[in-house]
């Protein structure tokens, strides 16, 4: 395939290791001096160009938007929003996150411009937070979520969401697309190879403790994702997912591209199985270790991963451009990944879509609809 990975040889075991044909690019660092990046880089590396010791990572959208999102609590509050959810006191009660840590996150929010603050009462003064143009991006990766959420999920203990297409005047699924041809695509038939801004990266990334149960332990009542924003809202979940998609199944690759302590790794590992999204095997197939590889569970996830990407790619890209071109198969030509209607299968605009929400105890919520009020 020329240097393309393909997602169902990953899954059949038919690519054991992927073989990079990254270029040595060369960058700047902050000083102005050359650096060479390239994949053959990644893991650590010691004082070069009189920079200190830094671990390096493989340059992905994915990885940027991480920083900002891949957090529990950032998912959390994410989905308060989308339900509605306005003030500090409403996003107390949807998360359950203590005063500070919710505190702490909306500002990091704020800060990162997926969310505005904005005065509402000035005696006493009092604050509202809204999605940015930049927040309402995330509005696709978060309808993928959903549609994970409900194939995978325990729907007994979330929010049941009953989503209109405007336009078509339709209940509907958010369906994965491609734009180029109108087909709808899976993990099976996408190939990827290195864009404009492949590389690698300083793995520079706040340190923040875990807070993952505290996704299964909110109230049924104050949640429509559960399961999925659990793996989304684990940065190294995700980065394990990232490679492999990309064909790195064996631990000591994971660990070299996602970055991640071994302990971490070895503790994301196992959860992961005891989710189902991964299997290992240590068994020879072909004179080859088959390491990790992914289920059917985990490759739904696929279409929740590009859209984040693509959030990435918008924000986040470096000025070379993207660093993963995709191809959608069988006709070889560019994937452009969209949500459409599964009613028209007309590509959704954030403002043409409408919600109900059906609550587990009956009990109504006085949130507003974020979307209609934008």
Request: glycine share 8%.
């Amino acid at each position: 395939m020329n240097g393309l990975v393909s997602l169902s040889a990953v899954m059949t075991g038919c690519l054991a290791k992927a073989e990079f044909a990254y270029p040595n690019k060369m960058f700047k660092c902050m000083d102005g001096n050359p650096f060479p990046r390239g994949l053959e880089n990644v893991g650590f590396k010691k004082e070069q160009h009189g920079l200190p010791m830094t671990k390096l990572v493989r340059s992905c959208s994915i990885w940027r938007a991480l920083e900002i999102m891949g957090d529990s609590s950032a998912m959390m509050i994410l989905e308060a929003a989308w339900l509605g959810a306005r003030t500090f006191g409403q996003f107390q009660n949807a998360t359950g996150l203590r005063r500070a840590l919710l505190s702490d996150r909306l500002k990091r929010i704020v800060e990162k411009d997926v969310m505005c603050k904005a005065l509402y009462s000035e005696r006493p003064a009092r604050y509202e937070y809204r999605l940015t143009e930049k927040g309402q991006g995330l509005y696709w990766m978060s309808l993928m979520m959903l549609r994970w959420e409900r194939i995978w999920g325990d729907q007994s203990q979330v929010v049941k969401v009953k989503l209109t297409h405007k336009k078509c005047g339709q209940i509907f699924e958010p369906l994965p697309l491609c734009a180029t041809c109108g087909h709808e695509y899976s993990a099976f038939e996408v190939d990827w190879e290195e864009g404009p801004g492949v590389g690698t990266m300083a793995a520079n990334y706040v340190r923040r403790r875990q807070h993952r149960d505290a996704i299964a332990e909110r109230n049924s009542g104050s949640a429509i994702m559960v399961e999925v924003a659990q793996i989304m809202g684990d940065r190294w979940a995700v980065l394990v997912l990232r490679a492999l998609f990309t064909g790195l199944n064996s631990f000591d690759r994971i660990r070299e591209d996602s970055g991640a302590a071994t302990n971490i790794l070895t503790e994301r590992l196992n959860w992961m199985q005891t989710l189902g999204l991964v299997n290992h095997n240590d068994e020879e197939a072909g004179g080859k270790k088959t390491g990790y590889r992914l289920t059917r569970k985990s490759t739904d996830i696929f279409p929740i991963l590009l859209m984040l990407m693509r959030w990435g790619d918008t924000y986040y890209a470096s000025p070379e451009g993207a660093p993963v071109l995709l191809t959608h198969e069988p006709n070889g030509h560019n994937l452009s990944p969209v949500v459409a209607c599964s009613a028209c299968r007309e590509e959704l605009d954030v403002h043409d879509v409408t919600y109900e929400l059906e609550w587990p105890d009956g009990v109504e919520q006085n949130f507003a609809n974020p979307i209609e009020e934008a």
